[in-house]
């Protein structure tokens, strides 16, 4: 009986630090970032690269604007849309995509107000390509666009 309840008590101890410790997912490639502030958006971003960037943050939260301007995929970690968002801070756009083809995947983008600007969430220039899917815009307000402005 006591043999039993230490492998039982050594078993749960196990499960309850896998638990605890879980490590964030490994990137599949180093053609892949896991980020988890806007900082660490930003350095990816800037690294040609990184074709794909996961944002592993549920409350994901961007002070400025996020300029993007070259082909890249930007997901959620999650497998649905309201599972990560990211929210903005301050008065204006959360990404502004000028180039590039631009893939957004499985996160939310909420609180952009920008009312003097084109564009709440998302503001796409001419010359730039944006793919969406399974993706959610909500709560965000702008001059034209408050969701997405093309």
């Given at each position: 009986?006591?043999?039993?309840?230490?492998?039982?008590?050594?078993?749960?101890?196990?499960?309850?630090?896998?638990?605890?410790?879980?490590?964030?997912?490994?990137?599949?490639?180093?053609?892949?970032a896991?980020?988890?502030?806007?900082?660490?958006?930003?350095?990816?971003l800037?690294?040609?690269?990184?074709?794909?960037?996961?944002?592993?943050?549920?409350?994901?939260?961007?002070?400025?604007?996020?300029?993007?301007?070259?082909?890249?995929?930007?997901?959620?970690?999650?497998?649905?849309?309201?599972?990560?968002?990211?929210?903005?801070?301050?008065?204006?756009?959360?990404?502004?995509?000028?180039?590039?083809?631009?893939?957004?995947?499985?996160?939310?983008?909420?609180?952009?107000?920008?009312?003097k600007?084109?564009?709440?969430g998302?503001?796409?220039?001419?010359?730039?390509?944006?793919?969406?899917?399974?993706?959610?815009?909500?709560?965000?307000?702008?001059?034209?666009?408050?969701?997405?402005?093309?």
């Amino acid at each position: 009986m006591k043999s039993r309840l230490l492998t039982l008590l050594s078993a749960i101890s196990m499960v309850a630090s896998l638990l605890v410790a879980a490590p964030l997912p490994a990137a599949a490639s180093s053609h892949e970032a896991t980020v988890v502030d806007e900082e660490a958006l930003l350095t990816a971003l800037a690294n040609d690269a990184i074709e794909s960037i996961v944002i592993a943050s549920p409350g994901f939260t961007i002070t400025d604007p996020v300029p993007v301007a070259r082909d890249v995929t930007i997901k959620g970690i999650e497998t649905t849309a309201e599972a990560t968002t990211l929210s903005v801070t301050s008065n204006s756009p959360a990404l502004v995509i000028t180039a590039g083809e631009v893939t957004l995947e499985r996160f939310a983008i909420s609180g952009a107000n920008d009312r003097k600007a084109s564009g709440g969430g998302i503001a796409v220039h001419e010359g730039a390509t944006l793919y969406l899917h399974e993706m959610s815009l909500y709560d965000n307000f702008a001059g034209e666009g408050g969701g997405l402005f093309l």
